[in-house]
């Protein structure tokens, strides 16, 4: 691990958020993550994931930089960023390279095979952020985790491919290059909340995994410690406060307060005769409203986004693949009932993921456990097992001609090894 410290900037679409953390080594020389500060402000400028107005956006970053690195103690030079939204999509791809019978597989026979999958064509408008091997193939041998050393002629790979649109690619990463911060990774979000909220364990056997956040729900399931399948999906708890504030006939904050005093995924539990006071529009701006009725709206979308999990679940063919179940992170999985309406829906195991849970991290504060800081604390720990799984990438050269600026996020692309 060549850095010490380590940052991570999450844009999200109702917050945006800074962490800084110090790499530690314990007695047994295992590497783990000291917490040294953070900061958080409200989103401006973005929708459903992506970067909409770059000053504004540029600004918010400057912000919590600026709070972080006044708590931390130290200046932030390079950061970890990560990068969702509907314009992300992901394809599987196999590569090929020849094996030298001399050595067995080596690193450069792996990165070959890596670079012939990643060869897709894709149109000029999209780059590719991640290419990441599923399973690998020597001669006959398949289902293979990591070929390395393995004697054979022929190595093959599935990989899985992640791709984003150049533009928005670029507008995210110049709101953050602007204020002299060098990208060590652009990194998909569920990618990085998986690091934060399961277990070896869930990742080994097959799990999914959903943080459901303001703007996007982003879907990842991992299996044999790698991951298998991503997607974002371009709905949130936003659709869930909308939708009180079209019911209630109120304003978007207020919905937003209804939903997180008094919201509930399920009606039933809610007594019948529970009335709770709202500032609506129009000459009557106080009136009272079931709670049951709120949290009947509330229920209702989410069982909707329940049934597009589903949904995606069962078409990517990964329903048998997931005997852990779905773990849920994200703010909106802190809305009381969420597990259950999930397990009555997908009727596999749910349990809603917080980071430190699983991974032990030090001086992590209460406000980063939520569930809400799943990427960016995820994104710390992404960039702590680095070695452990990265193989560099020249950057495609279409993305430097493009893009002077992109230059700076350090030349590389990465390609990822499980385990
Ligand atoms: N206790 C709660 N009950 C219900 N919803 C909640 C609660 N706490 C937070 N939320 C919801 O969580 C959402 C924000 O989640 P999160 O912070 O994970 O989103 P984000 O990272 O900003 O957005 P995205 O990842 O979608 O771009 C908001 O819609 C908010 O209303
Ligand atoms: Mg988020």
Request: charged share 20%.
């Amino acid at each position: 691990m060549s850095k010490e410290i380590l940052a991570a900037i999450d844009v999200g679409t109702t917050k945006i958020c800074c962490v800084v953390g110090a790499v530690v080594h314990d007695s047994l020389g295992q590497l783990g993550l000291r917490i040294l500060g953070s900061s958080v402000t409200p989103s401006r400028g973005i929708r459903r994931g992506v970067v909409m107005d770059v000053p504004e956006v540029t600004t918010a970053i400057g912000q919590v930089l600026e709070g972080a690195e006044k708590a931390a103690g130290l200046r932030i030079t390079s950061a970890y960023v990560g990068i969702a939204g509907s314009h992300i999509t992901t394809t599987n791809s196999a590569g090929i390279s020849p094996i030298d019978s001399r050595h067995g597989v080596t690193g450069a026979d792996m990165q070959r095979a890596l670079e012939a999958a990643q060869a897709v064509s894709l149109p000029a408008s999209r780059e590719v952020i991640h290419v990441i091997a599923r399973r690998w193939k020597v001669d006959e041998h398949t289902d293979i985790q990591q070929p390395l050393g393995m004697s054979g002629h022929r190595l093959e790979v599935d990989a899985h491919i992640v791709s984003g649109t150049t533009s928005a690619i670029n507008n995210l990463a110049q709101c953050v290059l602007e204020h002299g911060i060098d990208i060590d990774e652009l990194v998909l979000e569920p990618l990085a909340s998986g690091e934060a909220v399961l277990t070896p364990e869930e990742r080994y056997m097959g799990v999914a995994m959903a943080d459901w956040g303001g703007g996007t729900t982003d879907l990842a399931f991992f299996r044999g410690n790698g991951l298998w399948h991503t997607e974002v999906l371009d709905v949130g708890g936003n659709h869930l406060t909308n939708d009180v504030a079209l019911g209630l006939r109120a304003p978007f904050e207020v919905a937003e307060e209804m939903k997180l005093r008094y919201g509930h995924l399920q009606p039933e539990r809610v007594a019948e005769d529970e009335e709770v006071w709202a500032t609506v529009f129009g000459d009557r701006p106080e009136r009272t409203f079931s709670r049951r009725f709120i949290s009947q709206i509330l229920e209702a979308r989410a069982e909707e986004i329940c049934e597009i999990i589903q949904e995606r679940i069962t078409s990517s063919g990964y329903g048998q693949m997931v005997p852990a179940g779905l773990v849920l992170t994200g703010g909106s999985s802190q809305i009381p009932g969420a597990v259950e309406l999930s397990r009555r829906l997908l009727g596999m195991p749910v349990r809603v993921g917080r980071p430190g849970e699983h991974t032990p991290i030090q001086q992590l504060s209460r406000e980063l456990q939520s569930p809400a800081f799943a990427t960016s604390v995820g994104l710390l720990l992404w960039g702590l097992h680095e070695d452990a799984r990265a193989i560099h990438f020249p950057m495609q050269k279409t993305l430097r001609e493009e893009s002077p600026m992109l230059v700076r996020l350090g030349g590389w692309l990465r390609s990822l090894l499980p385990g």
